[in-house]
């Protein structure tokens, strides 16, 4: 199976901050890449599709980019919606990975 | 508007057995992936099964055997039957509509919790 590893588990900071999460596959997984943002006590959302494609609604602040095995996902200035958890998932191959999770928090 | 909830969440015993159930709307669903992830409480996301449009059905090692996905299209539903749980079976469990762009709709979720 494919291993998504992401980085950091945590991060402290704060509004306006630029922010950058990295995501890394154990393997190629192309652009098969998704970007999920979770709030507590919610399902979460997804942001991006195919490593660098928002989804309908999602703010431009947010982007990705990567391919085969290295992904990032930055926020260009933190807002504060933003503080949330975020996850990378893989859907190249069927067992449909997700990241650890990157918390964001307050600094 | 699309919409997936999902039910039948609940305390079962370890080795029992438990059956969830998705209902969607606003979509043509026998064209649609369905996929179901759980999350243990304060945990992170893991992907526990999918289901094709032609049946074809899919699961990590960790509940191979174990769980069973199925879909009614004339109900608009899947269905998830987790046989022989464990206490690492407890979360949320939540499934999702899957297209080209990832998973992207969500229920809200089902709690199931495995305990004696």
């Known amino acids: 199976d494919i291993q998504m590893t992401q980085s950091p588990s945590t991060l402290s900071v704060s509004v306006g901050d630029r922010v950058t999460i990295t995501c890394r596959a154990s393997?190629?997984?192309?652009?098969?890449l998704a970007w999920y943002q979770q709030k507590s006590g919610k399902a979460p959302k997804l942001l991006i599709y195919m490593a660098s494609r928002l989804d309908s609604g999602v703010p431009s602040r947010f982007s990705g980019s990567g391919s085969g095995t290295e992904f990032t996902l930055t926020i260009s200035s933190l807002q504060p919606d933003d503080f949330a958890t975020y996850y990378c998932?893989?859907?190249?191959?069927?067992?449909?990975?997700f990241g650890q999770g990157t918390k964001l928090e307050i600094k | 508007e699309v919409q997936l909830v999902e039910s039948g969440g609940g305390l079962v015993q370890p080795g029992g057995s438990l059956r969830l159930s998705c209902a969607t709307s606003?979509?043509?669903?026998?064209?649609?992936?369905i996929h179901w992830v759980r999350q243990p409480t304060g945990k992170g996301l893991e992907w526990v099964s999918a289901i094709g449009t032609v049946d074809d059905t899919y699961y990590p090692d960790s509940v191979k055997g174990r769980f069973s996905i199925s879909r009614e299209n004339a109900k608009r539903s899947s269905f998830l039957l987790l046989t022989n749980v464990r206490a690492g079976d407890t979360g949320v469990y939540y499934c999702?509509?899957?297209?080209?762009?990832?998973?992207?709709?969500w229920g809200p979720g089902t709690l199931v919790t495995v305990s004696s």
């Open positions: 606003g979509f043509t669903f026998d064209t649609y992936d």
């Open positions: 999702a509509r899957k297209t080209v762009a990832g998973l992207d709709h």
């Open positions: 998932q893989q859907y190249n191959s069927y067992s449909y990975t």
């Open positions: 393997q190629s997984v192309s652009n098969w």
